[in-house]
C-alpha cells in the first residue's frame, strides 16, 4: 500500500468561493477579470464539478493574493499495488 495525493473537487470548490468572498470579489468580478461571456464556469469551480486550468489558476492565485496550493485541497488516497 502507498499513498498518493488526490483532489478534492468539492472542497477546492469550496475554498474558491471562500477566497473570492474573503476578496470582496463578486462571481460577476471575476467573469469579468476572465473575460468570460457567461458565468457557468465559475459556477462550476465553486460547486466542485470542474477545476480550472492552470492558467486560470495561476490568475485565480493572483487575484486572491494567494499560492496556487492555498487554493488546492489535496487528500490523501491509499493504492494497493499488486506484484
Known amino acids: 500500500m502507498f499513498t498518493i495525493p488526490a483532489i478534492d473537487m468539492a472542497k477546492t470548490g469550496q475554498n ?9 470579489l463578486s462571481v460577476k468580478d471575476l467573469q469579468e477579470i476572465f473575460g468570460f461571456s457567461t458565468p457557468q464556469a465559475l459556477y462550476k469551480w465553486q460547486h466542485g464539478t470542474a477545476l480550472p486550468t492552470m492558467d486560470n489558476m495561476v490568475v485565480l492565485a493572483a487575484v486572491f493574493g494567494v499560492k496556487i496550493d492555498d487554493i488546492l485541497v489535496v487528500t490523501d488516497t491509499q493504492m494497493r499495488v499488486s506484484a
Open 16 to 24: 474558491i468561493m471562500n477566497l473570492r468572498i474573503q476578496a470582496g
